[in-house]
């Protein structure tokens, strides 16, 4: 661990040079050719380093990383917070989260709510690792849905008249998709109503047979009446839900 750390003290100026450089850059070409000098490749060492440093998985080597975020501005202390949360909460970061007296996961939560976009695999992470707020993000996601607005902007939405269809195969369409699967995966129970009533409200057979899935997972039994109106409509036949492992 002293060699890992060692190399990490080497190149931390240097990172924070090229992060200085990047913030500066005032357009998009200039950050074009920021992210392609030979720093950012000393970046990518960086935080190769961080990370063989936390899959050591002992109090010391958690707790370096710990004071390592500590001392540093918000891009260097976020990929931190992240690379503590992703490799799960083993006994070693329990012990230093509870000196420190904060828990990874409020420091991952900390990483998705300052961000001006969210990012769904720190939601998802934020999931993995028994947080519930994770589950509240994407139920707000939902909740947009009838807003009149679904992306990964946060911002101040509109009311509509009636809800908002999302059209086949855009990235709202494929963010969605993504949205009621790890609500299923993560077992949301107080996902299960706002799931029946997407299904209820949108067109799109994907989105529905998504939701449906999502609640049989959850245990709701309405998934059946969604799947019969799917099979009655002609969008599927049986054999497509026998391939999916579905019993309708």
């Known amino acids: 661990m002293s060699l890992l750390i060692q190399a990490v003290e080497e190149l931390e100026p240097e990172v924070k040079r090229f992060l200085l450089q990047l913030r500066s850059a005032s357009t998009p070409s200039e950050k074009a050719d920021a992210l392609e000098a ?5 970046g990518m060492l960086y935080y190769s380093l961080i990370a063989n440093i ?6 010391e080597a958690v707790q370096y990383l710990w004071d390592l975020m500590k001392r540093n501005d918000s891009e260097i202390r976020d990929n931190v917070a992240l690379m503590l949360a992703s490799y ?3 006994d070693s970061v ?8 904060i828990k990874v996961t409020d420091l991952l939560f900390q990483v998705i709510q300052q961000s001006s976009y969210w990012d769904f695999d720190k939601i998802k992470l934020l999931g993995s690792l028994g947080d519930s707020r994770a589950v509240e993000i994407l139920l707000n996601f939902l909740r947009q849905i009838p807003l009149g607005s679904f992306n990964m902007s946060k911002q101040i939405l509109t009311e509509l008249e009636t809800p908002l269809q999302i059209n086949c ?3 709202e369409w494929r963010t969605l998709l993504t949205v009621i ?5 993560l077992g949301a129970s107080r996902a299960v109503e706002p799931l029946f009533q997407l299904a209820q409200q949108q067109q799109d057979p994907t989105i529905r047979l998504a939701a449906g899935r999502a609640l049989k997972t959850l245990g709701d039994s309405r998934s059946r009446e969604i799947f019969t109106q799917l099979l009655e409509e002609g969008s599927y036949i049986p ?8 019993d309708v």
């Open 88 to 90: 799960g909460i083993s």
């Open 169 to 171: 195969q855009s990235y």
């Open 239 to 246: 054999l497509h839900f026998e391939q999916m492992g579905l």
């Open 54 to 59: 936390r899959r050591i998985d002992t109090i």
């Open 181 to 185: 699967e790890m609500l299923g995966t």
């Open 38 to 42: 030979p720093p950012s490749e000393q």
């Open 94 to 101: 329990r012990s230093v989260q509870d000196t420190e007296d």
